[in-house]
């Protein structure tokens, strides 16, 4: 549950902190006449962060994914399905997470890439938690 409450978060953040830095930087005047040079990276963060919705959400219920897949009884075919579904769910959000951090790294933006870098930071996070954590082998919770 805590997963979904900080990841939801987190988008929320970006969204939100988005739409104000712009917001500011165009009462300001720091964009050009039209405001179109910024309009195509505000849709693509928005169009991401609805592309990489569905896998946040294994994110979120990963734990449960993975006690079905320790339910199998062959532990090693269990062990590379998780690292399998692990890579399929981290990999897009990661890459995404570290190239919107990167892109947003300029001037009067800094405030939408540190939330970038803590969301980064936290699936960073959860990716270790989830693939190195001792999992949900039912022999490591034997008394």
Not at 51 to 61: M, W
Not at 71 to 78: D, E, I, P, T, Y
Not at 109 to 134: C, Q
């Amino acid at each position: 549950m805590y997963r979904a409450v900080i990841i939801g978060f987190l988008l929320i953040g970006i969204v939100k902190i988005t739409w104000n830095v712009v917001e500011e930087n165009l009462m300001a005047g720091i964009y050009a006449g039209g405001g179109d040079s910024i309009n195509i990276p505000i849709l693509g963060t928005m169009f991401l962060i609805l592309f990489v919705s569905p896998l946040l959400c294994s994110i979120v219920y990963f734990p449960k994914i993975a006690k079905k897949i320790y339910s199998f009884k062959n532990k090693l075919c269990a062990r590379i399905l998780k690292i399998i579904a692990v890579h399929i769910s981290y990999s897009p959000c990661l890459c995404l997470s570290f190239y919107g951090s990167l892109y947003w790294t300029r001037p009067h933006h800094m405030v939408i890439a540190y939330w970038f870098y803590i969301t980064l930071l936290y699936l960073i996070f959860l990716f270790n938690k989830d693939l190195f954590g001792k999992g949900y082998d039912s022999r490591a919770n034997r008394v």
